[in-house]
């Protein structure tokens, strides 16, 4: 970890952190512990892992919340879910280009149209 220009609110968090999915802390948790807006909470933890090379994770399962990866299975299983979210996000983006496209359809069909007739 690159502890190198962290601020105060990155400091806090890191201090709450534990080791282990099964000492997750949730993101209300730290946001009150810190006086940070949970949003923030968030950014400042993608800020972590990208720009310090915080080794942290997250679980969607019980206990939800924040934790550091303390071993492979944990790093496993944290890849697994995000390979899962960009999947889902993926199909998601994909939808919406196709119900856009349709829609940019029918807009052209109705204005030939409309030009067509007299």
Do not use: W
């Not at 952190?17 to 933890?45: F, N, Q, T, Y």
């Not at 299983?77 to 995000?82: A, F, G, T, V």
Request: glycine content about 4%; some cysteine; aromatic content about 4%.
């Amino acid at each position: 970890m690159k502890e190198d220009k962290m601020t105060k609110e990155h400091h806090c968090i890191m201090q709450e952190l534990r080791h282990g999915k099964d000492r997750a802390i949730s993101k209300k948790a730290l946001a009150v512990i810190c006086h940070i807006p949970e949003r923030r909470v968030e950014a400042l933890i993608r800020e972590m892992i990208v720009k310090h090379g915080c080794e942290i994770a997250s679980s969607c399962e019980r206990p939800m919340g924040y934790f550091l990866i303390a071993n492979t299975d944990e790093l496993k299983r944290y890849r697994r879910q995000l390979g899962s979210r960009m999947r889902s996000l993926n199909e998601r983006m994909m939808a919406v280009d196709r119900n856009l496209a349709r829609e940019i359809n029918r807009i052209l069909q109705r204005e030939l149209f409309l030009q067509e007739t007299p």
